[in-house]
């Protein structure tokens, strides 16, 4: 399983960036997909998943949303009222079975793309 996110970027408060991540080499409709954000001196922390149903971080509700594409194999965050709080590397990851919010629960992950929300 390979992974790949990208649509990261320096964006202001307040505006918005829509995130991708590609998949491969998996069967794209039978994975749950998470996304997950890590901010400099800090313990990387789930922000949304995907499978069944949907599932969110209280501190994005509202402003993220989490959708997939089966065809494309392709899964998406779009964030938008982008807060400085926001700034970490987030990366997407996959997994069988029902979603997860621990990290620990996703066997496979991709490199992180960078977000950067200016004040």
């Known amino acids: 399983v390979q992974l790949q996110a990208s649509g990261g970027g320096l964006v202001q408060a307040g505006g918005s960036l829509r995130l991708s991540c590609a998949a491969s080499?998996?069967?794209?409709?039978?994975?749950?997909m998470g996304w997950f954000r890590q901010a400099p001196g800090k313990e990387r922390e789930f922000v949304g998943a995907?499978?069944?149903?949907?599932e969110y971080a209280d501190s994005v509700k509202g402003r993220f949303t989490i959708s997939r594409d089966n065809a494309r194999t392709t899964v998406y965050l779009q964030m938008n009222s982008l807060k400085p709080e926001d700034t970490a590397v987030y990366y997407c990851?996959?997994?069988?079975?029902?979603?997860?919010?621990?990290?620990?629960?996703?066997?496979?992950w991709g490199r992180g793309t960078q977000v950067t929300v200016s004040s």
């Open positions: 990851a996959a997994r069988r079975g029902t979603i997860a919010t621990m990290r620990t629960s996703y066997g496979y």
């Open positions: 080499g998996v069967t794209f409709s039978r994975y749950d």
């Open positions: 995907i499978g069944d149903n949907l």
